[in-house]
């Protein structure tokens, strides 16, 4: 597989996939003076992650070297 742009949206869309189960995972939990605890920070990531595996995916489909003629 020589798609380099292909392999890295794989990359970056497990990236986003990973932070969806990390933030599922941690969880958020109210504490006792009523301050909310959570890993919210995943989820912009992950939002950034999945929008650039996508855009990413879509160039590398799009975009190919013209073919070498013989």
Request: aromatic share 6%.
């Amino acid at each position: 597989m020589k798609r380099p742009l292909i392999r890295l949206s794989l990359l970056l869309l497990t990236g986003a996939v990973a932070c969806a189960v990390a933030y599922r995972l941690i969880g958020a939990r109210v504490e006792a003076d009523g301050t909310l605890r959570e890993a919210f920070a995943l989820i912009p990531i992950g939002y950034l992650l999945g929008g650039a595996g996508i855009g990413t995916g879509i160039a590398g489909l799009l975009w190919r070297k013209p073919a070498k003629r013989r």
